[in-house]
Nanobody, 119 residues
């Protein structure tokens, strides 16, 4: 099993920044990629970014390109999501997930961290 724990969420004003962390433990070799997802109330879950552990290749959704940066620290088994220029529509629960390719599938999920962006 792989355990994923998110942290770093909170309340921020529009235009501000937050950095989310996803710490992986357990059988981390079972995952090759980490993805960040978000889900707002009444909306479908959206994949916003993903990274491959081996090459640090990345994926970004069009909605966050140029504002979000995903990075990984292999020594710490931790992936970060730096979120800049946050918008109110970015208010959601943010989850990290462990998978096998940058596009998934995603077999392991964290509990989520709330991000609220005030206008």
């Amino acid at each position: 099993q792989v355990q994923l724990v998110e942290s770093g969420g909170g309340l921020v004003q529009a235009g501000g920044s937050l950095r989310l962390s996803c710490a992986a433990s357990g059988r981390t070799f079972s995952t090759s990629s980490i993805g960040w997802f978000r889900q707002a109330p009444g909306k479908e879950r959206e994949r916003v970014a993903a990274i491959l552990w081996s090459t640090h290749s990345t994926y970004y959704a069009d909605s966050v390109k140029g504002r979000f940066t995903i990075s990984g620290d292999n020594a710490k088994n931790t992936v970060y999501l730096q979120m800049n220029s946050l918008k109110p529509e970015g208010t959601a629960v943010y989850y990290c997930a462990g998978g096998f390719r940058i596009e998934g599938p995603w077999g392991y999920w964290g509990q989520g961290t709330q991000v609220t962006v005030s206008s």
